[in-house]
């Protein structure tokens, strides 16, 4: 059995909430479990952990998946927050995310990185981020629609040579699009797999020596493919990439 770790998303206590509202919750979404379970693979849920105590089921595992989710917060790529901290993000799962991908690129593990999981990976390798793309850039393209949602999408140009297009076979390919910050400066030994098609925003990358270390990262959902599969790129075969350095 392949044993895949998935970082946690987190729900702090909140009052208001009439179930657990007083606790805080760890969950991946469902299209996520959904996603990553197939016949010999088994997506597993890593608790918050005192280190001494997370360690030793980060050992267990075959390989890492890091999830989409709440913001990168800017204290993590040291950053002053702008418009007054509107976009704080999630300190607390960063540090916590941040442990763990440190733990797995160290022990040569297989990284996928999916949307904030692709911008903590640029985090983690000392590049930063756009705090919100629409304020920083002026982009004119959607990149996210909170009503929309995963029902937006658009063209990504596939890097000559690259991881990418070495698994698609094509140039452009189309990806959904679920996200409001985005890379403003590419970590250190990341090499740039795709880039969107109109304003040229990096859309994924992959660490540099990927025979010694797989890390792949992507903006888009794949897990999400399904809600408007006929315009987005099939997911499996990114997905099937990954799955083959976990054997």
Known sequence: MIKIGVSACFMYPDPNR??????????????????????GVMPILLPDLPWEELEQYLKEMDGFVFQGG????PQSYHEEMIESGRWPGDYHRDQYELKIMDWAFKQHKPILAICRGFQLANVY?????????????????????AQLYDNIFHEVECCAGGLI?????????????????????????????????????????????????????VQWHPEFSHTI?????????????????LK
């Open 18 to 39: 009439l179930v657990f509202g007083q606790k805080t919750l760890t969950y991946f979404e469902h299209d996520m479990s959904r996603f990553l379970s197939r016949k």
């Open 165 to 217: 297009e070495s698994i698609y076979k094509q140039k452009k390919v189309m990806v959904n699009s679920v996200h409001h910050q985005g890379i403003k400066t590419l970590g250190n030994d990341l090499v740039v797999d795709a880039i969107s098609s109109e304003d040229q925003l990096i859309e994924a990358f992959h660490y540099k020596n990927s025979d010694q270390q797989f890390l792949l990262g």
């Open 125 to 145: 390798f000392g590049g930063t981020l756009y705090q919100d793309l629409n304020l920083q850039t002026k982009t004119l393209v959607e990149h996210r629609n």
């Open 229 to 245: 599969q006929d315009k987005v790129v099939d997911p499996q075969p990114l997905f099937n990439t990954f799955l083959e350095r």
């Open 70 to 73: 709440a913001d990168v917060s």
